[in-house]
């Protein structure tokens, strides 16, 4: 059957750019609506799924209580894909009920699947591959420091792991410089992320001029002899840009990819930052529903 609409939220670099600085500026009054506690009941009679077939509990946390402060309902559905039922099987059981299907699972082309299947919109609230809310969340609270992205140069301090991936993703759509900075041996290759807004480098040195430092945690078998050069401490942050916003995504392995002292550090903001990702994801639930 033919979906609807075209309103899936798979992949960053799946919407169109104005779409996706739209649903930013968006974030932005739904920041400040949250704070007088005057949220717009945007989701009014929307039932909304959320489906966690995978751990972790921020993001999947923020939608909940999001779908709930823009006056929707939403039902945490216990469902384990790629078991007895097909995916078919599972979209329209779904789609008898629910208008949104928000999923955390492991597989991104088993989200593909239901995408391709289910009439309701699909969200990507994180895969193996890829973790596009966490990054337009990000992007959000970086715009409500600076006023624009135009011209963002992101330091991305991690493997090729999905919080890397969401970077390279938007730097496919939106005008913002992305380089990874790491060992070769995890630098990204698949050729349907390369773009000329995204380079690797082993360059430390690189980070100096960044205007954003992302890291993400230290890659399975990696050994700390390779690791700690990498490892983003206070005194590496003093070499950096005095505007330098430092955001280590979470959880944070204090002693690996960052020292204590990182954490105080004045430039690192990731605690405040993450208040946008409950921002971002309403707005993005806004404009799915829409």
Request: with cysteine.
């Amino acid at each position: 059957m033919p979906k609807n609409s075209n309103r899936d939220f798979l992949e960053f670099h799946g919407l169109p750019p104005d779409v996706i600085l739209s649903i930013i500026d968006r974030a932005q009054f739904l920041a400040t609506a949250w704070t007088d506690r005057t949220m717009p009941q945007s989701l009014f009679g929307k039932r909304v799924a959320l489906i966690a077939d995978d751990s972790g509990w921020r993001n999947t946390t923020a939608f909940d209580l999001g779908v709930q402060a823009l006056g929707g309902i939403c039902v945490t559905s216990p469902i384990s894909f790629n078991l007895r039922e097909p995916t078919a099987d599972l979209a329209q059981y779904l789609d008898n009920w629910f208008d949104i299907l928000v999923v955390r699972t492991k597989e991104l082309s088993m989200l593909k699947d239901l995408a391709s299947c289910a009439k309701a919109p699909v969200i990507n609230a994180r895969t193996k591959s890829n973790h596009p809310c966490e990054t337009l969340g990000d992007l959000a609270y970086i715009q409500s420091k600076r006023g624009t992205l135009e011209g963002l140069k992101i330091a991305v301090v991690a493997p090729d792991a999905n919080i890397l991936r969401s970077w390279v993703e938007a730097s496919i759509s939106l005008p913002i410089q992305v380089k990874q900075v790491y060992p070769e041996n995890w630098h990204v290759r698949d050729v349907s992320l390369l773009n000329p807004n995204f380079a690797a480098s082993t360059d430390l040195s690189e980070m100096s001029n960044a205007d954003i430092i992302v890291t993400d945690c230290w890659p399975s078998g990696a050994s700390e002899h390779h690791m700690l050069r990498y490892q983003i401490s206070a005194s590496m942050l003093e070499t950096c840009r005095r505007d330098v916003i430092f955001l280590p995504c979470p959880p944070v392995a204090r002693g690996q990819e960052v020292t204590v002292d990182a954490m105080s550090h004045p430039a690192c903001q990731s605690g405040v930052a993450k208040a946008y990702l409950l921002h971002a994801q309403n707005a993005l639930l806004e404009w799915v529903a829409a």
